[in-house]
């Protein structure tokens, strides 16, 4: 009620002081403009201090509020703290484990490793023996399926299944291994380098000509014996040893680069990254130095990530790439779930390839219209030079069912596992890949 009689009594005093301006004019020009710049004066004074008066009864009231969520917050961190305190403490499955005790099983696994004698082999062993097509097999076309399946038959089976043995196995029950044993094996591979490089080949075909490689990151758990990346890297997370990891890859990744540079038909290695790993400071500051000083190389690296993540990417994570893209490195999008991709963008960040599961092709087989969907984006992507790689071919089978694709490239347990063979010889400069 104060405020609004305030109000009045100064738009009357305002009218008043317009009068007598006026009035005034008549008289003297003079006076009129000194009664006339008084009164504004008083009302930008008058106006100012409303102003401020505004302000600070609107920030009293933000404070009061502040001050009593801040009061609330107290009571219920209080009061849960006191319900924490009163109920039983239960162990869950991870916590069970102590500490000690996840000490010394990983303690066990690396002298176990440390007691026996690195098996380093070299490249050539890798790369040597990628499965051929027959010499009349050729450049196959596109001919009906009856006629390719009937030249299948006739092939020697590459299924890793009929495959002799490797020493080098990944741990399938990882899961059985608590979150404490993981902790420690990595802490400690972080700090001896012991995670390790393994490679799986991607071949052009029909040729089955081993043409590219993609890295995979595996976790030395004792000699001969390696824990998968997806049981690792959550924990690895949890512990912010992710960039570590990444960056430790790199590094491998561009010394086997560096390694095969003089190799003739030098194939392209395929790395998987994330928004993180491109917004890391420690893998930027091993990837750009090298790059400087080996442009030439800068073709032969293609940098893999989810197509629901590159669809998310922020637009510093899009000027990383596209920095990338202009020093030469390409990109490769894997988990792919459509293949309707806008092309203009592909182009923008340098996406060379589109990876599918090849349950995806197997499925919209049996429909026509899928199957047509499929074709019809297959050869706009490769009408504009974006390559489509069909993972997880693992048997004759899946290979059979896909024939009807024209594809030009597969991966899979089919043409061959990932494997660690390779990852530490520098011999690349004298072996020829096939």
């Avoid at 007598?20 to 008289?27: D, K």
């Avoid at 239960?90 to 690396?110: C, G, I, Q």
Wanted: aromatic share 8%.
């Amino acid at each position: 009620m104060g405020d609004a009689l305030r109000n009045v009594a100064f738009g009357m005093t305002i009218v008043f002081c317009a009068a007598i301006v006026a009035l005034l004019s008549f008289t003297s020009l003079e006076l009129s403009v000194a009664v006339f710049t008084v009164g504004s004066l008083i009302y930008i004074i008058t106006s100012e201090s409303k102003r401020r008066n505004a302000w600070e009864k609107a920030a009293d009231f933000k404070f009061m509020l502040m001050h009593k969520k801040h009061d609330a917050l107290a009571t219920t961190v209080k009061q849960k703290l006191e319900a924490d305190k009163a109920a039983p403490k239960v162990k869950n499955d991870v916590t069970a484990e102590t500490k000690a005790e996840a000490r010394r099983k990983a303690d066990a696994l690396r002298n176990a490793a440390a007691n026996s004698n690195k098996e380093a082999v070299s490249f050539h062993s890798l790369v040597g023996n990628a499965p051929q097509a027959p010499a009349n097999e050729g450049k196959i076309g596109p001919l009906s399926k009856a006629k390719i399946a009937a030249k299948q038959s006739a092939l020697p089976s590459h299924s890793i299944t009929q495959k002799k043995a490797q020493s080098v196995n990944v741990i399938e029950d990882a899961d059985s291994l608590s979150d404490l044993v993981i902790e420690e094996l990595t802490g400690h591979a972080l700090k001896n380098k012991g995670i390790d490089v393994f490679m799986q080949p991607i071949l052009r075909l029909p040729q089955r000509q081993r043409k590219f490689y993609e890295v995979f990151s595996r976790l030395r758990a004792k000699q001969g014996v390696y824990i998968p990346a997806g049981r690792f890297m959550d924990v690895a997370k949890k512990n912010n040893q992710e960039q570590d990891i990444d960056a430790l890859m790199l590094e491998k990744c561009l010394d086997i680069l560096k390694h095969s540079a003089d190799l003739t038909d030098a194939p392209s290695f395929f790395i998987n990254v994330n928004a993180n790993t491109l917004r890391s400071g420690r893998f930027m500051y091993l990837l750009l130095p090298f790059l400087a000083k080996n442009r030439s190389l800068a073709g032969r690296l293609v940098f893999e990530m989810r197509q629901s993540e590159f669809h998310d990417l922020g637009l510093p994570a899009l000027k990383i790439m596209s920095g990338l893209a202009k020093l030469g490195c390409a990109f490769s999008l894997d988990h792919v779930t459509s293949l309707d991709e806008d092309i203009a963008d592909l182009q923008r960040f340098r996406v060379r390839f589109l990876k599918a599961d090849a349950a995806l092709f197997v499925e919209a087989a049996k429909d026509e219209r899928r199957y047509k969907a499929i074709m019809k984006s297959k050869r706009t992507l490769e009408g504009n030079g974006i390559g489509l790689i069909v993972e997880k071919i693992e048997n004759a089978t899946i290979m059979r069912t896909l024939l009807d694709y024209d594809l030009h490239y597969g991966q899979g347990y089919y043409f061959g596992r990932p494997d660690l063979r390779g990852a530490y010889e520098p011999t690349l400069k004298t072996a020829k890949i096939a």
